[in-house]
């Protein structure tokens, strides 16, 4: 059932570039909002500022717009809750932890990193839980005077409830975490800085959020985040708990998580290679979730159509660059003539393409356009494909060259030449007729014949349909290039 009430939000730290775990996050939520007809949030948590970037955070947005993932609230939208960067946010923050203080739902806590070590390692010994032990929960004030003295400066703790938490996850079922699983957490530093853990049920909380889908990396935080809320709403600041989802890990190679370091996690190469928008989110769609069991390609509108979280799978998803592949070919199929000759845009200038613009002549592009659209996998596969149009003279490749040049490949390209010249160049067949009867003389089937003419005028071995190919580049260019073999080949 629908629920125009969703309100979803996508929270990345602007570190680092966007990798595809990001994306799949933020298309799961936005497809869940869209689905719904509910709000897209987009909030910037860039509380820590050595780590954050203004270059990842331009990033980030320029990667949510490429992708078509569109917010109703956030940065350059703005919104009811504005501002959206944590950064701009900073005052709400310490006035929440503030009033978590006074309310006795956090207390100070003075601990050093050393003693809590220290502390931390006799408890494993005795095989006690090794999590902070509440030591701050109760200091006196004589305590405190000698802390002060001794210029210690407090972090803020969260005093978490003794008794356990259970929460009903969207995707996992119902979960329970003991108190000994779940100590008190510090919620800002001793330097005052607020931390993700206040900062984001915070916002989650002022931003209304009513489902919260993330990373199953996260799952450990829902707990604490969630006896944050509750001690949030007896303060009046948040209304309820949001339903929290956690989206199952993403494996990389030889089963390991993928990381974010992985390279074959990083968005913008699966741009740069030229997956269409449409293509890369539905492969990473399918991370979790699926469609129906017998399709896996579909418009994105088809999967707003149908998403639900309580379709996503807890177990860990595959992620398999040759399965997006295919994913992606299928949607550049799918395009229609015209826009895919503007997708390809990109790859046939600098500095995807080695030929001069000028030398780029649109109309033989056009004509040669259908032929590619249904052999790429990825768009940038254009360049290599076409470039024998543009060229000066063909990519010179030698191991091609040496690959198709077998037997007596003066003779075969003498015969074609000549058959070639003498062809009807308004039509392909024509002159696969020519190859063909040259291949004959020489006692060749056609795709041996072939093989020594494609290297000749395109440089390569493979390459798009051979005779619409020639008909394009035209009948001089294709013998003044047949003709440059031949010295080549008697050089
Ligand atoms: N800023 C957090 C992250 O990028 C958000 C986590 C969350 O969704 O709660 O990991
Ligand atoms: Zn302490």
């Known amino acids: 059932m629908a629920n125009a009430n969703v309100r979803v939000r996508f929270c990345p730290s602007p570190t680092g570039n ?59 939208v703005g919104g009811p809750h504005a501002p959206y960067r944590q950064s701009q946010r900073m005052d709400i ?18 601990c050093t990193a050393e003693e809590l070590d220290a502390r931390r390692e006799l408890a494993r010994r ?12 109760t200091v006196t004030p004589e305590q405190k005077a000698v802390y002060d003295a001794e210029g210690r400066q407090p972090i803020i703790r969260f005093r978490m409830p003794d008794e356990p938490i259970t929460f009903t996850d969207l995707v996992r079922g119902e979960l329970t975490f003991t108190p000994d699983n779940v100590p008190d957490y510090g919620i800002v530093r001793a330097t005052g800085a607020p931390l993700y853990t206040l900062v984001n049920p915070v916002d989650d909380a002022l931003m209304e959020i009513t489902h919260v889908l993330r990373g199953e990396d996260l ?17 009046g600041i948040a209304k309820e708990i949001p339903a929290f989802g956690h989206l199952p890990y993403v494996m990389g190679e030889g089963n390991k998580k993928l990381s974010k370091r992985d390279p074959q996690s990083s968005l913008n190469l699966y741009r740069e290679r030229g997956f269409l928008p449409e293509g890369l989110l539905n492969y990473l769609s399918l991370l979790g979730w699926s469609f129906s069991a017998d399709q896996d390609v579909f418009s994105v509108a088809e999967l707003v159509e149908k998403f639900d979280v309580e379709d996503v799978n807890a177990n860990p998803a595959r ?64 360049t290599a494909n076409v470039d024998f149009l543009f060229l000066k003279e063909p990519a010179a490749d030698e191991a091609s060259w040496t690959k198709a040049m077998k037997g007596d490949p003066a003779a075969l390209l003498t015969t074609a030449r000549a058959r070639l010249e003498a062809a009807d160049w308004s039509s392909p067949d ?8 040259a291949g004959e003389e020489h006692g060749l089937k056609l795709g ?5 003419v494609r290297v000749a005028v395109t440089g390569r071995t493979v390459g798009l349909p051979l005779f619409e190919s020639l008909q394009i580049l035209g009948r001089d260019r294709t013998l003044a290039r047949i003709d440059a073999a031949l010295s080549k080949l008697a050089g």
């Open 219 to 235: 799952l450990s935080s829902t707990p604490r985040q969630i006896a944050l809320y509750k001690a949030l709403i007896e303060l």
């Open 448 to 452: 041996k014949a072939q093989a020594p």
């Open 319 to 382: 992620f398999d660059v040759k399965k997006a592949e295919a994913i992606n070919a299928d949607h550049i199929r799918r395009l229609d003539e015209k826009a895919f000759v503007e997708a390809c845009e990109p790859w046939l200038k600098a500095p995807y393409a080695d030929w001069a613009p000028e030398d780029f002549d649109r109309a033989a592009w056009e004509a040669i356009a259908p032929y590619a659209q249904t052999r790429l996998t990825v768009l940038s596969d254009i």
């Open 430 to 437: 024509s002159l696969k007729d020519a190859v063909l009867k």
């Open 93 to 110: 923050y310490r006035d929440v932890a503030q009033k978590l203080l006074d309310g006795g739902y956090a207390y100070p806590c003075y």
């Open 126 to 137: 005795e095989g006690r839980p090794s999590g902070y032990d509440g030591q701050c929960r």
């Open 18 to 76: 966007p990798h595809v775990g990001l994306v799949r996050t933020a298309l799961f939520n936005w497809a869940f909002a869209r689905h719904h007809g509910g709000t897209m949030v987009f909030r910037i948590e860039d509380t820590d500022a050595a780590r954050d970037s203004e270059e990842s955070y331009r990033q980030l947005l320029d990667s949510l717009r490429w992708l078509g993932l569109d917010w109703d609230e956030g940065p350059e």
